[in-house]
Structure formats: C-alpha cells, structure tokens
C-alpha cells in the first residue's frame, strides 16, 4: 500500500531514562481545564468535526445483527435532519469516522453499510479485545479473520503484561506481527492506559508502538477499573517525540475519549503540536540522520 508506514528499528535508548514529574502533569492537566474554548458558530463546527472523528461502537454480549443494523443507520446519520438543516449542513454527508464491532459482527456491519450505499469504514477490535490475555497465535488469526470478513480498521490490545514487567522488545515484536497481519487494513493499537502501571509506562508504551509501524494510536478502553484521565492525555500530549515521528513515518494521531471531552482535545492538541513543532524539528534533526 503506498504511503505505509516503514517504522523504525527498536531503539531503547528512546525510553531507557523516562522520567515523569506527575505533579506538575497533574497541575499542567488542571491548567488545560481553564483554557479559552471555542463558542458560538465555531463551537457548532468543532462539534460537527468531533461527530466525524467518533467510532459508533458496539461490543456487547449480546449484539445480534439487528442492533448492529440500528448503529450502521445511527452512523449514516448521526445528526437529526432539522439540526443540520438549521446549520446549512443538510447536503455536507456528515457521517461518523467508522462503525466498530467484534470481530463476529464485521460481516453484518459491511453489508448493512453496503445495502445503504454507505462508504463508512467497519472497524473491529481483536487481539483478545478487552483483556489482551490470548496466545499471540489466536490474536493474530483474529485479525486475519476480521480482515477477510470485511474489516477495514482493526483496533488491537497491547498485552500489559509486557508492559508491567519491562519486556519491550517482545511488545515491539508483538505490535508489528499484528500489523503484518492487518495486511491492507489501518490498525489502531489500544494502550489500556488505566492498567499499565505508571504514566511513564504510557509514555514508553505509546513509543514502541509507534516504532513498531502502528498507524493510529488509541487511549485505554472503558473495560478497565482506572478510566483514562486527564493526566494520561497530558502525557501522550507532551510526548517531546510525537513530532518526530509525525514527520518521518505520517502518523494521524486522533484520540478516542468520551465524546464530551472531544472537542476540548481536538481543539487542544493542534495548539500544542503547532506551537512545539518548530522546535522539536530543530531539538531531533540529528536523530533522523
């Protein structure tokens, strides 16, 4: 596929001195809070762009074809008519990023869209999605599977195991066999944020994700007991190294929170990368000879 990413060589001289000073995290989150936010017609059109960017999710025990039907039509048309019509955006074809489900669901998903004549991506979680506790064998053929039922997104898990006792190469080795197995699919890498111990273990995971070719990286999922915080996204925020890899490799980094913080990151995030980004290029140009 032209345009993918070629990743980098493990380098663990990257993440072998991470230090996080999480008080000042903690303040600097708090501070973000207080931000001036957009209101009025630009609140309206942050919020469109924010219903684009969702995966409209289902990934219940007891999904059937018929409630997987009902999200696809919710996805195509996430807005009511009156609302768009009232903001002139009636004709724009506002419709969600993807629709995401099991992998056992990917079939009814890609052909309800296709029935409605709905180019909505289908994106399905695996690699023992939630918990991560499978053989790496049956993650793999999970993401084979998913692939050949229709899935054009795939959504993995990290083993946090890997991440809790310092095995860094074997998460490296394990994040690019999964995406040698994604073939021509996209494929997001789910960091479990909530379970991996320390936010310098957020930092250090969400660097070998992105030096093992993972296209989008993702925060942790509502399975876990400790949610994703205000503090964890100040550290992925703050990555000095995002940048860099953002230039070399072409990484799209969105975040999938709860849709109420949304447009508080989307808003957050361009300000910090174009305000950092300068330097950062200068600060890590040695680093890409």
């Given at each position: 596929m032209a345009g993918?990413?070629?990743?980098?060589?493990?380098?663990?001289?990257?993440?072998?001195?991470?230090?996080?000073?999480r008080p000042a995290v903690v303040r600097h989150a708090e501070q973000i809070?207080?931000?001036?936010?957009?209101?009025?017609?630009?609140?309206?059109?942050?919020?469109l762009k924010a219903v684009t960017c969702i995966d409209l999710t289902t990934l219940s025990g007891d999904d059937t074809p018929s409630n997987v039907q009902r999200l696809?039509?919710?996805?195509?048309?996430?807005i009511r008519e009156d609302l768009l019509k009232a903001l002139d955006m009636h004709d724009k074809g506002?419709?969600?990023?993807?629709?995401?489900?099991?992998?056992?669901?990917?079939?009814?998903?890609?052909?309800?869209?296709?029935?409605?004549?709905?180019?909505?991506?289908?994106?399905?979680?695996?690699?023992?999605?939630?918990?991560g506790q499978t053989p790496l064998e049956t993650k793999l053929a999970e993401i084979r599977l998913a692939v050949e039922y229709g899935a054009r997104e795939i959504d993995i898990v990290i083993s946090r195991s890997l991440v809790l006792t310092g095995q860094w190469?074997?998460?490296?080795?394990?994040?690019?066999?999964?995406?040698?197995?994604?073939?021509?699919?996209?494929m997001k890498t789910i960091l479990a944020t909530g379970e991996l111990g320390s936010l310098a273990n957020v930092y250090k995971a969400s660097m070998i994700a992105m030096m093992a070719v993972q296209s989008i990286r993702r925060k942790a999922s509502e399975w876990e007991e400790a949610h994703s915080?205000?503090?964890?996204?100040e550290i992925l925020e703050r990555m000095e190294d995002i940048p860099f890899f953002d230039i070399?490799?072409?990484?799209?980094?969105?975040?999938?929170?709860?849709?109420i913080w949304l447009c508080c990151w989307i808003f957050f995030f361009p300000q910090f990368l174009f305000r950092n980004c300068s330097y950062k290029i200068q600060h890590l140009s040695d680093k890409t000879i």
């Open positions: 993918r990413n070629p990743g980098t060589e493990l380098e663990l001289g990257w993440i072998s001195k991470v230090y996080v000073n809070k207080k931000w001036k936010t957009v209101k009025g017609n630009w609140q309206a059109a942050w919020l696809c039509f919710k996805a195509k048309h996430p506002i419709t969600v990023g993807a629709v995401c489900v099991y992998p056992a669901r990917v079939s009814d998903a890609v052909n309800t869209l296709k029935a409605a004549g709905c180019n909505i991506p289908v994106a399905s979680v695996a690699a023992g999605f939630p918990s190469e074997g998460l490296y080795e394990e994040i690019r066999l999964c995406r040698a197995a994604c073939g021509e699919a996209h915080s205000d503090c964890v996204g070399i490799l072409g990484n799209f980094i969105p975040w999938k929170m709860f849709l």
